[in-house]
């Protein structure tokens, strides 16, 4: 039998693996977006299961932190890639290897 | 912590990773988009039921509310078709990145988690108190929280020269071209 915090831990790390997953397997930029956000809640999860578990809030506050750089981030990325759709439209990520990476 | 896992958990976690998974596999982006909305609600959930009130509340605010919404919104605007399958050459890294990624996944579980079976019942303290977060960021954590006013700043400033027309953006895409 398992215990709540294993299950949420595990349900976090299987939130990671899933984003990692599909920022290496789709091209598309916006899902790339999406996959880094599902890592980002894996992360999220995990640490508040550990707060939750250890009874004192320094992980929420991280956790707190942690949504505002993401909220951030979203933005930047989406206005990234409209202008990269305004100039070229298109948003896959094979589409840019300027750096011929 | 106490006890195992309640049905409703065990229920709003296969919610999650389903919807999750159907972020990834999804063909059409819009159909991504919804699930990463249903993934951040469910996760929202999860923090419910555990009791973390006040963050389940901020991640159904900002996650599900805001930034779901954005990359609906963007989505939409950018009319983006379902993307190519099959590109040929590339079965090679769909097998190595499902390696990479199974890899992970296992190591981790089966790293961790006997390690958290050992650690027992924690104290019952709550912790998740707003009032107790917001003592953490404003005495202990100051620099870091006025830091994130900076960052969203910054992030301000990025958004509106990114926006504007005949800048970076048409320097990138040339060269995008050329290439």
């Known amino acids: 039998m398992i215990t709540q915090l294993q299950f949420l831990v595990g349900i976090g790390l299987a939130l990671f693996s899933i984003g990692i997953l599909g920022f290496l397997v789709r091209r598309s930029g916006i899902i790339a977006l999406m996959s880094l956000e599902l890592m980002l809640n894996g992360v999220n999860l995990c640490l508040v299961s550990f707060s939750k578990h250890h009874g004192n809030a320094e992980g929420s506050a991280l956790v707190l932190l942690i949504v505002l750089v993401a909220a951030a981030e979203a933005a930047l990325a989406l206005s990234l890639f409209v202008s990269l759709f305004r100039q070229s439209g298109s948003v896959e990520l094979d589409d840019f290897r300027l750096l011929k990476g | ?179």
């Open chain 2, 1 to 179: 912590m106490m006890g195992s896992p309640t049905i409703l958990q065990w229920i709003i976690g296969a919610i999650t990773l389903a919807s999750a998974l159907l972020v990834i596999l999804g063909r059409n982006p819009i159909v991504s988009a919804i699930s990463l909305m249903a993934t951040m609600f469910a996760t929202g959930l999860l923090y419910f039921s555990l009791g973390a009130h006040f963050i389940g509340v901020v991640q159904i605010l900002i996650y599900a509310g805001a930034i779901s919404v954005l990359i609906i919104f963007i989505v939409m605007l950018l009319d983006l078709r379902p993307t190519r399958v099959n590109i040929p050459g590339r079965a090679p890294v769909y097998v190595l990145s499902l390696v990479a990624g199974a890899t992970f996944f296992v190591a981790a579980i089966f790293s961790v988690l006997p390690l958290l079976r050992a650690v027992g019942i924690g104290p019952l303290g709550n912790g998740q108190q707003p009032e107790e977060i917001s003592m953490q960021l404003l005495s202990k954590y100051m620099i870091p929280f006025q830091a994130t006013a900076l960052l969203l700043l910054a992030a301000v400033m990025g958004v509106v020269v990114l926006g504007k027309k005949n800048m970076m953006s048409e320097r990138i895409a040339k060269g995008a071209k050329k290439s």
